[in-house]
């Protein structure tokens, strides 16, 4: 048995969460709670390109996806994407403010809009809900 078949083995109800974040740390951070949550990070996306080439080898259930990235990509463009092509249940992380974030995403419908730094609980709140969703 190799390692992936022992990790799946003791989390059976383990869901695959993507990580669109270009800030190192901050994904780091996201990886330690999804695993805390056991859940499973399918992968960390710096782009949109990485989002979808992740996304298009195993469809995530729920993404986490930073609104600014890397090369000027559109977080919620992303975001909409992964919805799109994959039924992905999104979680929009914003360094510019909710309002702000809100009126930038008319045509999005996210599980959360969290503001970064997030809160722990508020965080692992939306992920179950995010999961719930999907789930039905």
């Given at each position: 048995?190799?390692?992936?078949?022992?990790?799946?083995?003791?989390?059976?109800?383990?869901?695959?969460?993507?990580?669109?974040?270009?800030?190192?740390?901050?994904?780091?951070?996201?990886?330690?709670?999804?695993?805390?949550?056991?859940?499973?990070?399918?992968?960390?996306?710096?782009?949109?390109?990485?989002?979808i080439e992740?996304?298009?080898?195993?469809?995530?259930?729920?993404?986490?996806?930073?609104?600014?990235?890397?090369?000027?990509?559109?977080?919620?463009?992303?975001?909409?994407?992964?919805?799109?092509?994959?039924?992905?249940?999104?979680?929009?992380?914003?360094?510019?403010?909710r309002s702000?974030?809100?009126?930038?995403?008319?045509?999005?419908?996210?599980?959360?809009?969290?503001?970064?730094?997030?809160?722990?609980?508020?965080?692992?709140?939306?992920?179950?809900?995010?999961?719930?969703t999907r789930?039905?």
């Open positions: 048995m190799n390692a992936l078949e022992a990790d799946s083995t003791q989390r059976p109800n383990a869901q695959k969460i993507l990580i669109v974040e270009d800030e190192h740390l901050i994904a780091m951070y996201l990886s330690d709670l999804i695993d805390d949550l056991g859940h499973e990070v399918l992968g960390m996306a710096r782009s949109r390109v990485e989002a992740v996304a298009t080898m195993e469809p995530p259930a729920l993404a986490l996806v930073d609104i600014g990235l890397s090369g000027g990509d559109d977080g919620i463009a992303v975001a909409n994407e992964l919805a799109d092509r994959f039924g992905t249940a999104i979680i929009i992380l914003t360094g510019a403010g702000a974030t809100e009126d930038h995403m008319a045509n999005t419908e996210p599980v959360a809009v969290l503001s970064k730094p997030c809160d722990h609980k508020e965080l692992a709140d939306a992920i179950s809900r995010g999961l719930a789930q039905r």
